[in-house]
C-alpha cells in the first residue's frame, strides 16, 4: 500500500493550496480517508476525514469553513483545498486510510496507512 501526498509548499498568509493524496495497492473505495498534521514540537492532529462514499464529511474546528475534503474514487485520490490559510495551520500534512468504521476517525490510532506527509509553511 501507498499512499503518495503531494501539493505542499509555501504560501502567504490568506492564500490557497490544494493538497492530493494518491492511493495504490489497495482498494480505495472501500477506505474512508483522512488528513492529519503535525507542526514542529506538536503531537499529529486530526484535520479532516471524508468517508469512503464521499457523502460524509468531517472537520476539526480549526479549519472548518476554511477547508474542503473531497475525493475520487476513479482515481483513487483524496484532496484537500485549503482556503484563508494562517500561519498557525503551517505543519506537514499527511493522508491517511481507515478501514473499520468503528475506529475513531479522529484519532491517528484509527488509520491503518500513511502517507509520507507534504509540509505546508504559511508565511504571514
Known amino acids: 500500500v501507498q499512499l503518495q501526498a503531494s501539493g505542499g509548499g509555501l504560501v502567504q498568509a ?3 493550496l490544494r493538497l492530493s493524496c494518491a492511493a495504490s495497492g489497495l482498494t480505495f473505495s472501500d477506505y474512508d480517508m483522512g ?3 503535525q507542526a514542529p ?4 492532529e486530526f484535520v479532516a476525514a471524508i468517508s469512503w462514499s464521499g ?3 468531517y472537520y476539526a474546528d480549526s479549519v472548518k469553513g476554511r477547508f474542503t475534503i473531497s475525493r475520487d474514487n476513479a482515481k483513487k ?10 500561519a ?9 486510510a481507515r478501514s ?14 500513511w502517507g509520507q506527509g507534504t509540509e505546508v509553511t504559511v508565511s504571514s
Open 14 to 16: 490568506g492564500g490557497s
Open 35 to 37: 488528513w492529519f498534521r
Open 41 to 44: 514540537g506538536k503531537e499529529r
Open 55 to 57: 457523502y460524509s464529511t
Open 77 to 86: 485520490t483524496v484532496y484537500l483545498q485549503m482556503n484563508s490559510l494562517k
Open 88 to 96: 498557525e495551520d503551517t505543519a506537514v500534512y499527511y493522508c491517511a
Open 100 to 113: 473499520s468504521p468503528r475506529s475513531l476517525r479522529v484519532a491517528p490510532l484509527g488509520y491503518d496507512y
